[in-house]
């Protein structure tokens, strides 16, 4: 049996639905690749931590781009597909968001996080060139992942909370609705 729909989006709110089932897909799927390559215990080399951190970061910002407003667009409306967020989530949805403002699509020089060491080399010793001595900067930076494993599979569950709850949305808006559903969307800005 189809289960009515009441809360009928419109055409905003749908496109924002859409656009947010595929922002929380991608954000899953680096969630996903993430724990298939890391576990937790291990040391691991800058690269790596690095290969790690691109999936986090990816994560971040796909989860949290629903929940951000854009230029003249809505954001992802939680009350439409009747989701209702536990205290633990909504600190988990809120940390994120905040890691999506500070760290991941922006920096923020509050968040900064990096050493530089400058060594001299002594040339002549070396015997190169003209010059006695030249110095040398070292960088080093912050490698972590910003999320512990047990928000990694907070996030996980999350995710998956969230886009079948999407999908049964859609689901039951496409039994009742299908003429708001059947459409083709294309960017209106040029990407080259």
Request: charged residues 25%.
């Amino acid at each position: 049996m189809t289960k009515n729909v009441y809360n009928i989006p419109n055409e905003v709110q749908l496109d924002r639905l859409v656009a947010s089932a595929w922002d929380f897909q991608q954000a899953l799927s680096a969630i996903t690749f993430l724990l298939e390559d890391i576990d937790f215990d291990a040391k691991y080399t800058k690269v790596e931590l690095r290969r790690f951190r691109c999936f986090e970061t990816t994560a971040i910002v796909s989860f949290a781009r629903p929940f951000v407003k854009a230029k003249n667009a809505t954001v992802f409306n939680s009350k439409l597909v009747g989701l209702k967020l536990t205290y633990e989530q909504r600190k988990l949805k809120d940390k994120l968001i905040s890691l999506r403002h500070k760290i991941a699509a922006h920096s923020d020089e509050a968040a900064m996080h990096f050493r530089v060491d400058v060594f001299n080399v002594d040339l002549k010793a070396m015997e190169h060139g003209s010059m006695d001595s030249v110095n040398w900067a070292q960088f080093q930076y912050i490698e972590s992942l910003y999320l512990s494993e047990e928000e990694v599979l907070q996030l996980e569950d999350l995710l998956r909370m969230i886009t079948q709850r999407i999908h049964e949305y859609l689901y039951h808006l496409c039994q009742s609705n299908p003429e708001l559903i059947h459409k083709y969307k294309k960017p209106t800005i040029e990407f080259s």
